[in-house]
């Protein structure tokens, strides 16, 4: 498909993912020439004043946006959220410890699986029992009683689910919320880490952004090389090698136009409204589209159904690309249909997919 230079679609893509238009604009006159510095964001030294001017704003506008406190540090690591699977039980699984996990998809059983190479790991719950359809209650979880931490994603990308609370925990919380991270307001407070690959809400892969207890940070014991240390990039704000500096000035334009639409509560009910619409395309279909998460579990973010057959997806796929809809394919690993509508992505483009989505039914069922 060859489209004009200055048009662009519904891109409905899990990650990397849609960007704010206003955003974008913004980035193209950076590259060029920032802080009008006469050299553009990629080219500016990271120990410069003009991006370290990124850095600090991106801090503040953070703690305002999501109301961090000064016991939290803020840094941007990269490698991707990935490295965070293996960087957490480095920091903090001590050898002969135990950590929880709960296994709520695949990026949380990738989780476990490195965790497992540190120390030992006590599955708290096993979501491929149901095939990941469902969140667990605080109840259902089999924590132990002094685990170094306990583990969870809070928005499950591939399966299309999503905790609505922050699980109940006595050990230290850490969460990975790569894909839900700032769609809605954030309990920091329960937790001693957060992690979040860019490339959905935040911006670019490769960037992660990590909020961080402070004194939970100094509990490593363990000897890693410095990179690897959450508190080694505390002391060197996140500059203690050359950060993705591009990816982190992305990140902070972001957390801006977050502010300029009115913050995570507007956020939020913006992004309920528009899951509750291709939700409501599945619901009131008769039983021709079957939604894949368990409706108590429903993620904002992540939309995944199916129509009666494989082949009919893939004509769904089909047609949808000629109404200017991509990234609409299911994971490889759960298949079916996804429809990825992170922050970003407008009010408009559900409308768009509601709408075909009812035509199809009705000309397919
Ligand atoms: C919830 C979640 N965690 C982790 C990852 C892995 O992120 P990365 O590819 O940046 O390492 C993803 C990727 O989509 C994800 O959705």
């Known amino acids: 498909m060859s489209l004009p230079a200055n048009r662009r679609i519904f891109n409905f893509s899990a990650g990397p993912a849609i960007i704010p238009e206003p955003v974008i604009e913004q980035a193209q006159a950076d590259l060029w020439n920032i802080q009008e510095s006469g050299i553009g964001i990629c080219e500016h030294s990271h120990r410069g004043d003009h991006f370290q001017r990124v850095l600090i704003e991106a801090d503040i506008d953070c703690r305002k946006l999501a109301d961090i406190d000064d016991d939290y540090a803020i840094i941007f690591l990269q490698g991707g959220a990935t490295t965070q699977f293996s960087m957490v039980p480095m920091n903090f699984l001590p050898e002969n410890g135990t950590a929880d996990y709960l296994d709520t998809g695949v990026w949380a059983s990738k989780a476990i699986k490195d965790a497992k190479l540190f120390g030992n790991v006590n599955v ?119 950060p993705p500096t591009f990816g982190i000035y992305l990140v902070g334009q972001i957390l801006k136009w977050i502010l300029r639409e009115g913050g995570l509560l507007a956020l939020e009910q913006r992004n309920t409204a528009k899951a509750q619409m291709i939700y409501d395309a599945i619901d009131n279909s008769e039983g021709f589209y079957s939604g894949v998460a368990h409706p108590s579990s429903r993620s904002l973010m992540n939309i995944t159904f199916r129509t009666p057959s494989e082949s009919m997806d893939a004509m769904f796929l089909e047609e949808a690309s000629k109404r200017q809809m991509s990234g609409l394919k299911g994971h490889r690993s759960a298949g079916g249909l996804r429809a990825s509508i992170y922050n970003a992505f407008p009010k408009e483009g559900c409308d768009a997919l509601a709408e075909f989505m009812q035509e199809f039914a009705q000309n397919n069922g």
């Open 124 to 242: 708290a719950f096993d979501g491929s029992r149901n095939n990941y359809r469902q969140i667990p209650d605080s109840n259902e979880l089999s924590l132990t009683e002094d685990a170094a931490y306990t583990h969870y994603c809070t928005n499950n990308t591939i399966f299309g689910t999503e905790f609505h609370a922050t699980p109940a925990s006595k050990t230290p919380l850490i969460a990975d919320m790569s894909s839900d991270i700032f769609s809605r307001p954030v309990d920091i407070k329960s937790h001693a880490l957060i992690y979040a690959g860019a490339q959905k809400n935040l911006g670019p892969a490769g960037t992660v952004l990590t909020i961080i207890r402070k004194d939970f940070a100094e509990r490593c014991e363990r000897e890693i090389p410095a990179i690897f240390k959450y508190a080694t990039h505390i002391e060197k704000e996140s500059c203690f090698n050359t």
